[in-house]
């Protein structure tokens, strides 16, 4: 894999003494300078470290960064501050490492294209100091190709005792559902550890033990999920819900301290997902542990993997041995926790009051440990926390080190009523000039999925937009995730009429509270978000001066007919019922695609695609260029045929931002001039 040093000359040494409740923190005040013109290169240059994880003996941090345009592994020795990288990874990503023990790395390889992940299913392990590198799973094809049987191989975790092997569940035997392994990271030699389960697994649950005992299950052919308890030596269904989403019942883990206690994520008696005890041998939900009204606390796994909702447990052992239960995390309007034990709050609090405004993940299972500290202006960074001295060392490791803080705008958390009386939450980011009583031109910024969330947190592109003079406005409309079963189903099937109406009706609200310039409004948006760009566009060209299109669906007929996940898995089934189909729905997919109505949409439309797209296929980029060019609409285009769903490679990153940044300017002229910092 090849292996390189270098001298982080820029990490600094800072130690802060933390007092008994929390550390002052004194800060001088400078008047606000003017607005600059940041960068597009500054803005969107990938990160230089993310994803760092100390080693059990917390002497060495795993970390990632940036060479030959990929996200490769480097090993960070605490001591002397250098950096060693391990891989040289020219086509694929690494992720997620995994500490087998002091000395050995375990990761996955994934392809990060744009906006999109790719699982290849690709497992590796390599020693701290480049030795003994082996690829324990081999990774499937990387590269323009398509492959939809599956076979993925995750970490679940370290075994006690054992320096040598980890749990993983891999789908080997069976591509619909997943088996517990032991696996050597020296041979990759797997040893199969559950010889039969209850089938269609996409989550196994252990216990203290490292023993399977309940697993979350879907069977997407019969659009149909269950939770699966062991129970005399037999697999019994616990609880079974549909696409509706009524008294779900989805395993989580067990207590640490009772196994016949199972903590579990329910909406049963409620709308939004709670955390509860289950009562494993009387088989029965059991107290309420946690809940909130408004947000979930875990994900329903409506299409998979957790998409910016849901939360965390938070144990105060270790990964072989969580302890007990002290807390949990989950997304709010910001990030939140709780915590039912006093001593875990206090912790939690000390090094909040030290580092305020931020949001500071860090494990409570050990003395030292690593904190991660982000918000909404700042991308993150890394420091070094040991509780009994009550010391937080800034390692001086920057996510993005060339992000000034200071310069940023923050997100500020709304809320407004849609016009059928549905509360609709988002962000609104205002620019750093703006001067209350004086609207400025808004972009309504529509996230992808549709099922997903945006989140209080940094994004490149929302202060991209607001250093450019524009509010902007984030609406987590109806069918986004985190805000319960009924905000889900009231978008089935709404892809073009309520979820739009949901974003014009919060620019309507931002236009009336005087943060934004009616005539001054436009719209941007990638994936879903793209679509909704056109959508919008299309049931009111009145209102919207310009748009961007980036990788959007465009008709939703092309859409079921292109996307491999339609035309070769299960979730066909599943697409028509929550999205529609074009022949029972002929009518609905007829008024719900913007390609067939481009010629209501009275303003300009840059459109971006790449050829390799598998989520959205660039048969939609062809045909609303058809389209626009049919009724003579003015747009700019924008296609690379390496590239898919999102750009990667800087050039392309770069240009599209550039090309985006002139468009605006030239169909909404925003504020005054700003100067460059070029």
Partial sequence: MGDMGMNLGFIKRAVWPLAAAALLCVSSVRAQAPVEEIPIETLFKKPAFTGLVLSPDQKFMAALMPSNGRSNLAVIDLENRKAVRLTNFRDLDVLQPRWVNNERIAFTLVDMQGIETRNTGGLFAIDRDGSRERMLVEPMDGGSSVKFVWRTTRILGRIKGNKEEVLVEANDRNVETADIYRMNTLSGRKTLVTDRGPGHVVRWVLDDDMAPRATFNHDSKKNRWWFSLLKGGEWVTAAQWDEQLRDVVIPMAFDPQDSNTLYVASNVGRDTLALFKYDVQAGKLGELVFGD????????????????????????????????????????????????????????????ASLPGMNNSFSLSASTTLVFS??????????????????????????????????????????????????????????????????????????????????????????????RGYAVLQPNFRGSTGYGANHLRLSYKHWGDTMIDDMIDGVEWAIKEGYADRKRVAVYGASYGGYATLQAMVRRPDLFKWGVNYVGVTDMAVHQDTQPAQLYSDFSDLAKIINGDQ?????????????????????????????????????????????????KKPFEWMFVSDEAHGYRQDANVFEFYNRFDKFMKANTPAVAPMASTK
């Fill in 293 to 352: 009204a408004r947000y979930d606390i875990a994900s329903f796994g409506l299409i998979g993997e957790a998409l910016g909702e849901g939360g965390n447990l938070i144990f105060a052992g270790t990964e072989e041995s969580p302890g007990k239960l002290v807390g949990i995390s989950y997304q709010a309007d910001k990030p939140r926790r709780y915590f039912f034990d006093e001593a875990a709050a206090r912790t939690q609090a000390m090094v909040d």
């Fill in 583 to 631: 022949s029972a729905d002929k009518d609905l997919f007829e008024k719900q695609s913007p390609a067939r109505h481009v010629d209501k949409i009275a303003a300009p439309v840059f459109h971006a695609y790449g050829g390799e797209d598998r989520n959205v296929d660039f048969a939609n980029g062809r045909t609303i260029k058809s389209a626009f060019d049919k009724a």
């Fill in 374 to 467: 982000r918000s909404d202006t700042n991308p993150g960074q890394y420091f070094l926390f040991d509780r009994d001295k009550r010391r937080l060392e800034d390692t001086g490791i920057r996510v993005r080190p060339d992000i000034d803080p200071k310069k940023m705008a923050p997100m500020m958390p709304v809320s407004w009523t849609a016009r059928d009386g549905v509360r609709i939450d988002g962000y609104l980011t205002l620019p750093k000039n703006y001067v209350k009583g004086s609207p400025v031109p808004l972009i309504l910024h529509p996230h992808g999925g549709p099922w997903a969330k945006d989140n209080w947190q940094y994004n490149a592109e929302v202060q991209f937009m607001a250093n």
